[in-house]
């Protein structure tokens, strides 16, 4: 089984930028998709981005296109998710999981089997 960690969270001004990590340990990172979630408060965790086991393939939810950026580094065991033009309501807890063989769809949590703790994201209006 594959373990994750997430780090890089804050606190940002709206406009700025962070850089979350994901680092796996305790299986071959390359096996498994890797995605990104979140949640904020008082709502349900929500899909942000997912990228395939290769890196070759990847997914963005609608509201973070063209301000997130998703990769992996396979030889690194680790997984990033570079946030810029950040805005408010971008504030949440940031999940990284992983999936192994799975069918169901990149954006669908009950597709993952391993998650990391998550680390809060807060942006400042």
């Known amino acids: 089984q594959v373990q994750l960690v997430e780090s890089g969270g804050g606190l940002v001004q709206a406009g700025g930028s962070l850089r979350l990590s994901c680092a796996a340990s305790g299986s071959i990172f390359s096996y498994y998709d890797m995605g990104w979630f979140r949640q904020a408060p008082g709502k349900q965790r929500e899909f942000v981005a997912a990228?395939?086991?290769?890196?070759?393939?990847?997914t963005y939810a609608e509201s973070v296109k063209a301000r997130f950026t998703i990769s992996r580094d396979n030889a690194k065991n680790t997984g990033v998710l570079q946030m810029n033009s950040l805005k408010p309501e971008d504030t949440a807890v940031y999940y990284c999981?992983?999936?192994?063989?799975?069918?169901?769809?990149?954006?669908?949590?009950?597709?993952?089997?391993?998650w990391g703790q998550g680390t809060q994201v807060t942006v400042s209006s």
């Open positions: 999981a992983a999936r192994y063989l799975s069918n169901g769809g990149s954006d669908s949590i009950a597709s993952y089997a391993y």
């Open positions: 990228i395939n086991w290769s890196g070759g393939d990847y």
